[in-house]
């Protein structure tokens, strides 16, 4: 019987998608999609519930808004509301709020035009009944009304409300009360705020309270003037005749316009100049005209642009390819992102893109271009800010400028920073770009500065740096590689703990255990601090490592640990007293020379000998063995330090005590 649904069109319902959000709505589209599209206007009954009165039989009050359309009477096709006394009514709620109701269409009963005598129908913003609203049409005295109808109502409103309370001449006997069966109501409008058969267009921001017409998106109120030039608009169209105040641009001067601030410039110079282009004023323009001609302007900076509008003067040659370059250079514009190239001049142009010339370009062959330029806009924000109108700044930590709509940092963050709007710190134990790195293992407690990485507690020991990524250098350990390992053979040690390389033996000087971070007790020196100082040093202890008396000798002797008799002494000294050193410093230079062949003689033996050792020891034989080669290089300097710098000394004193004498 109701074959008739499966005929229908879905395209006019989906549309209202946009405008819904509950569930409901949703499946009252996937409905919708089932049922019907009357004309070209958007009719809104699918989006509510409809009731009544009271009802006959099965004459529901959704049987109005269902098909079929005509006014042929069926209980399943019509509502119908019981004969009542004072008032009968039927209604229909719109489910998503606020609609702007355009025209109302009806099918009344066939034949019973005397029942719908007199009927009223409103648009209001309440159930309330009688209905309290706006009263769109009362079917006048005299006469019967048409039982199919159009009605204009042009309101806004939530409810509309069928509504009679004048009972009908059944026949010359019979008087009866009023009731209401509709057989098909269509309610055409737009969501608030909407227009267009399929209500996907938006109302101007321009119309007052963003209302329009459904048909043509014209105000309904009227224009906002507040950013229009001269605070003059179209009343139908809302656009700002005149032009934008306040660096804005865009039909309705809703936009932030880059323009304004940039620098304007044509070829050839022309009659009018080219900043009559970028006042504001689309009333005053700029002009030229030669075989080519170009409008450039500089924004000055690399700009992020999301659209372009152009006014163009009466007289601009229409002919020909008209071409808009975006490029970030002034001259080798062809080379750069072509924004627009067509037939026809350009007005308003959509697009994304990073530049900081805009250079627009007519090219007609043999001819001679004009070119008139009442106003230019670009839309986009001054670095570092977003919105329409740019008066929100973009976060401190985006690198760079950040999305026009949404201030989101599209060029990433800086250093240190993370999220959409780089408005998060990077988490503890990260840092640099998008906090992508990890703090140095070498930090103290793996912390470090989001932005640098460098560890803000320092290093661990054996560490240094600002990273914390360099090992201590050789013979320095422990925190901020502040100690020194001195004490070990060859002066190396582990750079955390200070742990000799080579644990078995202490340079001179120096003992305890495999750290060798104890000098020797005062009076002691040499290897394992086995030597006593020598009592002729004037002041003890002496020097720790080779004995030297450092603080000089007792009266009349000198030398490292003051073994000569000071030769000074002799030039002023009695004969006997030259005697005297004289057989003494004979004495002691032999015996110096003695101990010291000894010396090196038992130090050589104890060397082979250890190194024997040593070669033994299994399993650590060739780790050791590099350790040997710098502990007998380390040796070998030593005693030639010893042979030629202590050594020769004293010889050559002693000499000089020979043939001073
Ligand atoms: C319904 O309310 C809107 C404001 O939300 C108002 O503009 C409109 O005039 C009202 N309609 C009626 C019929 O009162
Ligand atoms: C009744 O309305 C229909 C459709 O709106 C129209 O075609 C018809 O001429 C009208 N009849 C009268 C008598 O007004
Ligand atoms: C201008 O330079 C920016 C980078 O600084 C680049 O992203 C953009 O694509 C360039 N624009 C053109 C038109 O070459
Ligand atoms: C930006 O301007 C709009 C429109 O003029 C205004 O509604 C908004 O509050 C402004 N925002 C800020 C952060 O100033
Ligand atoms: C003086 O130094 C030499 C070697 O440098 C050493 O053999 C000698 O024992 C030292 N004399 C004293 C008194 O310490």
Redesign the pocket.
């Known amino acids: 019987m109701k074959h008739v649904y499966k005929q229908s069109t879905s395209a006019d319902c989906t549309c209202l998608m946009f405008i819904v959000n509950t569930a409901e709505m949703l499946l009252l589209i996937s409905i919708a999609t089932v049922l019907l599209s009357v004309s070209a206007q958007h009719n809104l009954t699918p989006f509510g519930k409809a009731s009544q009165s009271s009802q006959y039989f099965y004459g529901r009050p959704v049987n109005a808004i269902n098909p079929p359309i005509s006014n042929t009477f069926d209980n399943d096709y019509c509502s119908h509301t019981n004969l009542e006394k004072t008032a009968a009514w039927w209604m229909f709620q719109i489910s998503f709020g606020t609609a702007y109701i355009t025209d109302i269409t009806i099918y009344y009963r066939e034949n019973f035009a005397r029942r719908m005598d007199g009927f009223k129908l409103y648009v209001t913003n309440t159930s309330t009944i009688p209905p309290a609203g706006y009263l769109c049409y009362e079917d006048p005295d005299p006469g019967l009304p ?5 009605i204009p109502c042009n309101q806004l409103g939530q409810y509309v409300i069928y509504f009679d309370n004048k009972g009908s001449q059944e026949n010359e006997t019979r008087y009866d009360g009023p009731v209401v069966e509709l057989c098909y109501v269509a309610i055409n409008g737009c969501p608030k705020s909407f227009w267009g058969n399929k209500c996907d267009k938006g109302c101007s921001e321009n119309c007052v309270g963003r209302h329009c017409q459904p048909r043509n998106g014209s105000c309904v109120i009227g224009c906002n003037t507040k950013h229009c030039l001269n605070d003059i608009c179209d009343k139908q169209t809302a656009v700002c005749t005149d032009g934008c105040k306040e660096r804005r641009t865009g039909n309705y001067c809703s936009k932030y316009n880059i323009a304004s601030e940039g620098l304007v410039s044509q070829t050839p110079s022309g009659s009018q100049p080219a900043n009559l282009a970028n006042d504001g004023y689309k009333i005053s323009c700029s002009k030229t005209k030669g075989i080519t001609v170009i409008f450039q302007v500089d924004l000055q900076k690399e700009s992020i642009v999301t659209g372009v509008h152009i006014t163009f003067g009466e007289s601009t040659t229409r002919e020909g390819i008209h071409t808009i370059y975006a490029s970030n250079t002034s001259t080798s514009w062809k080379s750069g992102t072509i924004l627009y190239k067509e037939t026809s001049l350009p007005s308003e142009i959509n697009l994304h893109a990073v530049f900081r010339y805009l250079t627009y370009e007519s090219s007609v062959e043999s001819f001679f271009s004009e070119l008139e330029v009442c106003e230019i806009g670009i839309v986009g924000c001054p670095p570092s800010y977003y919105g329409p109108v740019c008066n929100q700044s973009c976060s401190k930590t985006c690198n760079g400028p950040c999305d026009l709509d949404t201030g989101k940092c599209i060029f990433g963050c800086l250093n240190g920073w993370r999220g959409d709007k780089c408005e998060q710190a990077c988490k503890a134990g990260t840092y640099g770009k998008d906090c992508l790195a990890t703090c140095s293992t070498n930090c103290l407690n793996q912390q470090c500065y989001g932005v640098t990485g460098e560890c803000f507690e320092g290093c661990n020991d054996g560490w240094q740096g600002f990273d914390c990524s360099q090992r201590c250098p050789t013979g320095q350990f422990g925190k901020n590689c502040s100690m020194l390992c001195k004490g070990c053979v060859s002066g190396m040690c582990d750079p955390s703990n200070g742990l000799c390389n080579i644990t078995t033996a202490c340079n001179p000087g120096y003992i305890n255990g495999k750290y060798c971070d104890t000098t020797c007790a005062d009076g002691f020196y040499g290897r394992n601090c086995q030597q006593v100082c020598s009592p002729l040093c004037l002041h003890q202890p002496c020097e720790r490592r080779k004995g030297e008396c450092i603080g000089g000798c007792v009266h009349g002797l000198q030398g490292f640990n003051c073994t000569q008799v000071s030769a000074n002494k002799e030039n002023i000294a009695s004969p006997v007293m030259t005697q005297v050193g004289l057989f003494t410093g004979g004495f002691l230079f032999g015996a110096l020379t003695a101990s010291l062949v000894c010396y090196i003689v038992t130090k050589k033996r104890q060397e082979r000998n250890k190194q024997g050792n040593e070669n033994t020891t299994p399993g650590t034989q060739s780790r050791e063995q590099q350790h040997y080669e710098d502990v007998r290089m380390e040796n070998v300097s030593t005693y030639e330090e010893l042979t030629k710098d202590s050594m020769s000394n004293e010889y050559d004193q002693i000499n000089t005590a020979y043939v001073n004498h």
């Open positions: 048409n039982i199919t109808q159009t």
